[in-house]
């Protein structure tokens, strides 16, 4: 019954390969994100869909593409990793901007 | 744009003192506010939230928060804090206007026996 399920919870890959990271969310939210928290902690936004549509992108490079294919979905597919791309990346789900909920992260380590 | 100020990094405060984390956001519009707690190698809980109402909110574990529009902060208290407490805080503000959650960049609460 987890509300916000994420998939892996680690990734361990060689520079260059291409990734992707799933999340679903079982609570019926209306928006869904993806925040990326580097070794020093701090948590910044990179995408949120709102009903398969994405509503923001906040200057992440272009090898980040997010997909929705439904509302109770968001994956995250990263091209060509860069040893700068290890962080953890939480995926989140929000409803009318007042509850949002997080999933447990995905430590990606590229080496 | 919206942003969220934590003064302090570190908090090393001994078991059953009382802590006060301070957050301080920048918007004269309406904002929700939050705090969340992240223990080591877990994800985001949510402690408590202000939406609208009583200034005074009061979330899971004992712990409070105090919003104060003139000041522009929502600082977070706990009368006596316990080993389990230790866990890095993050205040996050949510503008009614756009869709997404901004985060201070955390304070580290380090609980002592």
């Known amino acids: 019954d987890t509300a916000v399920s994420q998939t892996p919870k680690y990734l361990v890959t060689q520079m260059g390969n291409d990734k992707s990271i799933k999340c679903e969310q079982n609570?019926?939210?209306?928006?869904m994100y993806w925040y990326k928290q580097d070794s020093k902690k701090f948590l910044k936004i990179m995408f949120s869909y709102n009903n398969k549509e994405l509503i923001i992108n906040e200057t992440v490079p272009n090898r980040f593409s997010p997909k929705s294919p439904d509302k109770a979905h968001l994956n995250l597919h990263i091209n060509s990793l860069e040893l700068g791309d290890s962080a953890v990346y939480f995926c989140a789900s929000s409803l009318l901007r007042t509850l949002y909920t997080f999933g447990s992260g995905t430590r990606l380590t590229v080496v | 744009a919206q942003s969220v100020t934590q003064l302090d990094s570190q908090v090393p405060v001994f078991e059953e003192a009382p802590v006060e984390l301070r957050c301080n956001y920048s918007?004269?519009?309406?904002?929700?506010l939050f705090w969340y707690v992240q223990y080591p190698n877990q994800g985001l809980q949510l402690l408590l939230k202000?939406?609208?109402?009583?200034?005074l909110v009061k979330g899971i574990n004992g712990f409070e928060a105090e919003f104060n529009k003139s000041q522009t902060s929502f600082h977070l208290r706990k009368p006596s804090v316990h080993i389990s407490d230790t866990a890095e805080y993050f205040c996050?503000?949510?503008?009614?206007?756009?869709?997404?959650?901004?985060f201070g960049t955390g304070t580290r609460l380090q609980v002592f026996p």
């Open positions: 202000y939406l609208s109402g009583s200034t």
């Open positions: 996050a503000v949510s503008d009614r206007d756009t869709d997404k959650l901004i």
């Open positions: 609570l019926g939210h209306d928006t």
């Open positions: 918007s004269s519009v309406s904002v929700y």
